[in-house]
């Protein structure tokens, strides 16, 4: 089973940012998180939610109603709803903190003299995709798919 991870932004609506193999991000997990540590920054992780997760925040936001009950056109009008409140509501980031955390774990892999892999390519897309965000002035965080 491949993990993939979507970086949503606060004010966007439209098709996310995808990290395939985000597996091998958390296959390293444990290093990834001493060398963040390492250089006084959160750990990668710590922007990381799940699907359930950012779907809880929305259902709270929205009264978490009943959809068991609900009529068709009821159920079609909560998921509008639901479409316009989740890009409100949860844990949202700072892209500039997201690239600390990055640049600081390129640096980290780079001083091992670790050879190139899907980590330093998923950490370099998503340091790409934190610079749009940034110049964005838009707020992210990671969901696991």
Not at 17 to 29: A, I, T, W
Not at 91 to 110: E, F, S
């Amino acid at each position: 089973m491949s993990v993939s991870m979507s970086m949503r932004l606060e004010k966007h609506t439209g098709r996310s940012p995808r990290f395939s193999n985000f597996e091998d991000m958390f296959r390293e997990k444990k290093s990834l998180d001493k060398a963040a540590k390492g250089a006084g920054v959160a750990s990668l992780f710590s922007f990381t939610h799940s699907l359930g997760e950012e779907d809880e925040w929305t259902y709270a936001a929205l009264g978490n109603p009943d959809t068991d009950d609900m009529t068709e056109q009821e159920e079609e009008k909560f998921e509008k709803k639901l479409e316009k409140t989740a890009p409100r509501v949860g844990k949202w980031y700072a892209a500039a903190d997201g690239i600390r955390t990055v640049d600081a774990l390129l640096a980290h892999l780079r001083s091992t003299g670790a050879e190139p892999d899907w980590v330093q390519h998923t950490l370099k897309e998503l340091r790409k995709a934190l610079a749009k965000a940034a110049k964005a002035k838009q707020r992210f965080r990671l969901v696991g798919e």
